[in-house]
């Protein structure tokens, strides 16, 4: 990283930043309605973004109770960004603002490195965990 990296905690992004930073990683289900993407950002318990040069290059965001669950939505950074630390970044603020929090959760793709990352950052699949029976149930729209 040649730029420095700026990580801040904010309240509201930019429409079209926001448009352009889920383009770059394919994720078409918020790109195809921009409203909603802006009313999901906008109701987030807490946003955090990462910008360099002043270009929006990551973002991560998720909602919380503040005292039992923090639910970590989204995480993303720009491909030509990612494995350079931003997402570590991301995600560890928002662990420190939570850490008070007992629940940590998040949902995931079935890909290799999404595995890694989480769990390089103390998260366990529920797959693997013995000491209780945990079940992960969800209702997506389309599924």
Known sequence: MNEALEIRDV???AGSDLLDLYASVEWGAYTKDPKALATAIANSTYVVEARVAGVLIGLARGLSDDASVFYLQDILVRPEWQ???VGTALLQRCLKR???VRQKVLLTDDLPAQHEFYESL??????HITEVELHAFVQIEGL
Do not use: A, L, M, P
């Not at 103390?122 to 797959?127: A, E, I, Q, V």
């Open 83 to 85: 494995r350079q630390g």
């Open 98 to 100: 939570f850490s008070h």
């Open 122 to 127: 103390g998260f366990r699949n529920t797959r």
């Open 11 to 13: 309240d509201s992004v």
